[in-house]
């Protein structure tokens, strides 16, 4: 999203002290998430791994990129996940200052990186690199009957 973030105005994290004695590190800040995936189920399963993440909050929920978008708007969430055939409509309305794209991408590759540039924003590959896409592995694995 354009514009500062809240992240950006406070600290990481703030020492307290646990029942024993020990300093215990808590985030002063929970990264604010918006999921916006077509199947409930999809979006149920993300919502119980982030609810397990104490500097993770899942802000809302969106079936569909209009819908997403307007939530966007209104809730101003750090991070967007979206699984959206049409990611340049989503990316022309709400212009992030970072796209980030999986793996089986490369910086080169990521298929929106023009209308990601044209405003300025910044283009990512996030995860580890690997040097083999993560469809053909599926297809490979279904052709030879889960023996690939």
Known sequence: MPGATTRDRLP???TATAPTGDPVEEPTHRIRVLLVDDHAVV???LRAFFDL???IEVVGEASDGS???AMARRLEPEVILF???NVRGIIRALKPDV???GTDYTPDSIPEADEVR???GRTAVAGDPKNHSTTEIARRTGREGGKG
């Open 43 to 45: 979006r149920m399963g």
């Open 53 to 55: 993440q104490d500097d």
């Open 12 to 14: 990481a994290s703030v």
């Open 118 to 120: 044209a405003y300025g």
């Open 83 to 85: 699984d959206e055939p």
């Open 99 to 101: 796209h980030v794209k």
């Open 67 to 69: 819908e997403g978008v």
